[in-house]
């Protein structure tokens, strides 16, 4: 209802009432004349136009209340965030001024930590370094002792090649040629009975 009013009225403002009453003291004095007269069209625009000024106003009064609410609530929030930011900031602040001023003694504390940790390491090392010593050490030890069985068998046995090469010798030496023929002819007679069945 209120629009098709609004419509009405803004119909009835003609073209040139519209160009006069966004330029009323040029057009007063021009439409005035030398008489000193306002022309009647002329108090009509004016009238329409205040008219419409009220119109809108009070048409235009909730949704531009509702408006301006909202901006002054929109406002009022960004303030309380901008001072609440304000507060972190000198929280911040004052806790980076505390953490400078006992700079000296953290880094006092964290080069004593780092010396007591070096010391305990180097320890860890050491005692680490030791037992793999002694590993090494057990390694090497049965290692050479089992070179020194491994050389004492190979020198038994090449002891008792040694002996029966010797032994070999003497026993040729012994032996001529008659002597063998009468070994050998021995042997083939042993065999002979052991393979010829009774």
Do not use: C
């Amino acid at each position: 209802m209120r629009f098709t009013m609004l419509r009405a009225w803004l119909g009835a403002i003609p073209a040139h009432g519209a160009f006069v009453a966004a330029h009323a003291p040029r057009g007063l004095f021009l439409a005035a004349g030398a008489s000193g007269e306002i022309p009647h069209d002329l108090v009509f625009n004016i009238v329409n136009f205040l008219i419409l000024v009220i119109v809108l106003a009070y048409v235009l009064r909730k949704p531009a209340a509702s408006f301006f609410s909202n901006r002054s609530g929109a406002i009022r929030r960004e303030l309380e965030q901008a001072r609440r930011a304000i507060e972190e900031s000198k929280a911040k602040l004052a806790e980076a001024a505390d953490k400078a001023a006992h700079l000296e003694q953290e880094i006092q504390n964290l080069r004593a930590a780092a010396r007591q940790e070096m010391e305990r390491e180097g320890e860890r090392l050491r005692q680490e370094a030791a037992q793999e010593a002694a590993k090494i050490q057990q390694l090497a030890q049965a290692r050479v002792a089992a070179a020194l069985r491994a050389a004492q068998a190979e020198l038994r046995t090449y002891a008792a090649a040694q002996v029966v090469a010797k032994a070999q010798e003497a026993l040729r030496r012994r032996l001529d040629d008659e002597g063998q023929h009468r070994l050998l002819r021995d042997f083939l007679t042993e065999l002979r009975t052991k393979a010829s069945p009774n």
